[in-house]
């Protein structure tokens, strides 16, 4: 039997930065206002109160848990933790107070980076058939930006319709690599729901090679093939 979609995202990445665009978007005083969010009502005071500490834990969590070189079991747990604690709360803020909400369009569920509201019978998002188009920015000492696209005609697009974010496989090397490397040498993996993906470095890495690769994952969670790996030298 087919997995029921979940519109929660299961990587820990994809989880924050879904939150984190939800949390900014509550930021916009009139627009929470208008969405029956006022500082001064239920279910304002309830956003205030429940979900907000919520992320805000998770978020310091997964940022002191991201770097893998200080990595520790002590982190990681306290992570998972709060990470269902606001898996709770951000189920029920979408289910039970905006997708049904009058007051909230579906441009709103779009600037939050939830689920819109569909007219009839749902269509599924079909597998990407493509991948990403990336550059690599590397105008900023010990950082590399990875900016993904797709082309549609002349013009290019962030991400194609029913497509939620890139995966991104990527590794450093201290020298340049043979043409045919194999994906399974890009032991780190990264997901991004909005380009560009930074990927910061210590300045002991300054010089070597970074390897990267992406592709495209659909809503429901189905993956798309890998663009060929591409190279940049860490600044």
């Known amino acids: ?31 929470r ?56 709360s951000y189920r029920m803020l979408y289910t039970g107070l905006l997708k049904k909400n009058p007051l909230v369009t579906n441009d709103d569920l779009t600037s939050m980076s939830l689920p819109k509201r569909t007219a009839g019978k749902r269509t599924p998002a079909p597998v990407p058939d493509g991948y990403p188009e990336v550059w690599a920015d590397t105008s900023m000492l010990r950082q590399v930006k990875l900016v993904f696209f797709v082309f549609e005609g002349r013009h290019h697009r962030a991400k194609p319709d029913g497509v939620h974010g890139a995966e991104v496989r990527w590794a450093v090397f201290e020298q340049s690599q043979s043409a045919d490397m194999d994906i399974e040498k890009l032991v780190h993996s990264s997901f991004c729901t909005r380009s560009p993906l930074t990927l910061n470095f210590s300045g002991w890495e300054r010089g070597k090679i970074l390897y990267f690769t992406l592709r495209w994952e659909n809503t429901r969670g189905k993956k798309g093939p890998f663009g060929p790996i591409k190279s940049a030298v860490i600044p």
Do not use: V
């Not at 087919?2 to 519109?7: C, G, P, T, V």
């Not at 939150?19 to 009139?30: E, G, K, M, V």
């Not at 998770?58 to 709060?82: G, I, N, P, V």
């Open 1 to 31: 039997m087919a997995r029921k979609y979940d519109w929660l995202p299961q990587n820990h990445e994809a989880l924050f930065e879904q939150a984190s665009l939800t949390a900014l978007y509550f930021t916009d005083i009139p627009a």
């Open 33 to 88: 206002t208008r969405m029956g969010f006022g500082a001064d009502t239920p279910m304002g005071q309830w956003f205030d109160s429940d979900f907000t500490p919520k992320f805000e834990k998770f978020a310091a969590c997964y940022r002191d848990w991201q770097d893998d070189s200080h990595r520790t079991k002590l982190k990681t747990t306290a992570l998972y933790e709060t990470e269902k604690a606001l898996k709770a």
